[in-house]
């Protein structure tokens, strides 16, 4: 459902120099250090030059090393301040610097001190050569070839490095599955994969028609972006940005520009999302592969969203539909199951409930009464007082609720069991079909048991009118402890003005 073009745009940008390629000679003596340093004068690879750097002995190559990590090559003397110097620096890079990467290419003029099977075979080195071999050809050859070893395994480990961060940050966006967080994890992984210390924003353009929108509204941002929330782009970023964004709108794909770039996203609902990022490191060809294949993620991610909705709402609408079946056979209001799923979900959150639990009671709550589907017309919806058979009878829709709802494996429908057999015990032991009391009722059949009493005194019944506010409070005040859980009703009285709120958002 989702789509991602991966086709990318750049914007012009000036061409910046490539750093130097850092070789650090290590000899003791100097003349090796100026033949070395003419002979290698105007030598460039991969349109890159040198950086000679010299050092005199092992201690001082060790202490170079140790700041300039990023060093390519190392020409290295076998005999300096002792026979083994060069060599002990081998083991010392390798092992107490830990740097696996730099190629070291042995230079020595005492070949029978350091033969070279032996030094091969025991130490980590790249070349052997001995310096009355060394013409100026051979050692360009020979810088040849490890400056092109050196640059294909940094290649290789950056990669490697990448695709660690692109899979980490793409397993984050796949465990978000709700709209807004799912956009603010984008933006934070994004960010943090290019390095933006300034944040990053999304735009979203709903049922686009090709032409540009009025605007590009913010519905998401992280760092100094977040005050744009809410807010239009073109009114709030610079000229250039808005721009890229206008570019990648209406040529539907990414654009890189000099030091931000914009991600651009559509989906089959007819809406498209603008992800810009700004002030970030410049994206070199890997680390433009890698956005790729993050963006490719992201797309897939921003698929399974709407899939994962749309499911979701489809079992929302079996939840209504079977609630609205028991509605209308006791001839209740159409919305009172709402209202009550909504009350649930707000008790819920203010008695510090997870969101995942809160959101599961807002769907499973309207179901508490399913059970009165096998309950008879006649007691149903009797409009006197029920006889003692008739009470007990009427009592069963608990029971046959949680029949209905217990062998189903969706959480949402196994929580709406536990609230059907459970919404009608009282705190004080009174209630039914259990006789649960205090802490052993369920907390979502507590939750229930209070929201769906609020909203049916508040409603008009077949064999009653709809109660006013103040005998509403009375009511609940007088059974707090009684039939309902202390705490939950001190919850519900201090946010009294926001619990009336709903049924002015959902009326009869």
């Known amino acids: 459902m989702g789509v991602l073009d991966d086709r990318l745009e750049f914007a012009a940008e000036p061409i910046r120099a490539l750093p130097p390629w850092k070789i650090l000679i290590v000899d003791d003596e100097p003349e090796v250090h100026n033949v070395t340093r003419l002979v290698l004068g105007n030598f460039r690879f991969a349109e890159r030059p040198l950086e000679l ?36 620096l081998v083991r010392t890079i390798r092992q107490r610097l830990g740097n696996q990467f730099v190629r070291i290419v042995l230079r020595t003029g005492q070949p029978g001190q350091a033969p070279e099977h032996e030094v091969i075979a025991a130490y980590d080195i790249n070349d052997y050569k001995e310096k009355t071999e060394l013409t100026a050809q051979k050692l360009a050859t020979t810088l040849y070839a490890a400056l092109r070893a050196y640059r294909d395994m940094r290649t290789i480990e950056a990669n490697r490095r990448g695709l660690e961060q692109v899979i980490r940050a793409s397993t984050q966006v796949f465990s978000h599955q709700q709209p807004q967080q799912f956009a603010s994890t984008v933006l934070a992984q994004l960010a943090e994969l290019v390095g933006a ?96 294949v993050f963006c490719s993620n992201v797309a897939i991610a921003f ?47 203010l008695h510090g409930l997870d969101d995942t639990t809160c959101e599961l009671l807002k769907y499973a709550a309207p179901l508490h009464d399913i059970g009165k589907i096998g309950i008879p017309d006649a007691i149903l919806n009797k409009p006197g007082a029920h006889t003692a058979e008739e009470t007990q009878v009427m009592r069963t829709h608990a029971e046959i609720g949680a029949r209905l709802l217990g062998g189903s494996r969706r959480p949402v429908f196994r929580l709406a069991a536990d609230i059907a057999i459970s919404h009608h015990e009282n705190w004080d032991g009174s209630g039914y079909p259990h006789g649960l009391a205090g802490g052993d009722i369920p907390i979502a059949g507590r939750i229930t048991a209070l929201a769906d009493v609020f909203d049916a005194l508040g409603s008009r019944r077949c064999y009653k009118e709809a109660w006013p506010e103040a005998g509403i409070r009375a009511f609940i005040a007088e059974q707090r402890g009684v039939k309902f859980d202390p705490g939950l009703v001190d919850l519900l009285f201090a946010n009294w003005d926001q619990v009336l709120g709903l049924r002015r958002q959902l009326p009869d």
Do not use: W
Request: proline share 2%; hydrophobic share 40%.
């Open 303 to 349: 698929e399974n969203l709407h899939l994962n909705q749309e499911l979701f709402d489809s079992q929302l609408d079996m939840v209504y539909l079977l609630a609205g079946a028991a509605e209308s056979r006791s001839q209740e209001t159409a919305n009172h199951v709402r209202r009550v799923g909504m009350l649930a979900a707000m008790l819920g959150r």
């Open 53 to 88: 750097i010299s050092a005199y002995s092992s201690r001082e190559a060790e202490e170079l090393l140790s700041r300039h990590d990023d060093a390519a090559v190392v020409l290295l003397d076998v005999v300096m301040e002792s026979e083994q110097a060069g060599l002990d």
């Open 197 to 292: 210390e300034s944040g990053a924003l999304c735009c979203r353009i709903s049922h686009p028609n090709g032409a540009l929108p009025e605007h590009f509204q913010v519905i998401a941002a992280s760092g100094e972006y977040s005050r744009h929330l809410a807010g239009n782009a073109e009114e709030k970023l610079p000229d250039a940005i808005v721009q890229s964004l206008h570019q990648a709108f209406l040529r539907k794909q990414h654009v890189f520009g000099d030091g931000h770039y914009v991600l651009h996203f559509a989906d089959s609902h007819a809406s498209e999302a603008l992800l810009y990022v700004g002030e970030s490191g410049e994206l070199d060809e890997i680390g433009q592969r890698l956005m790729q």
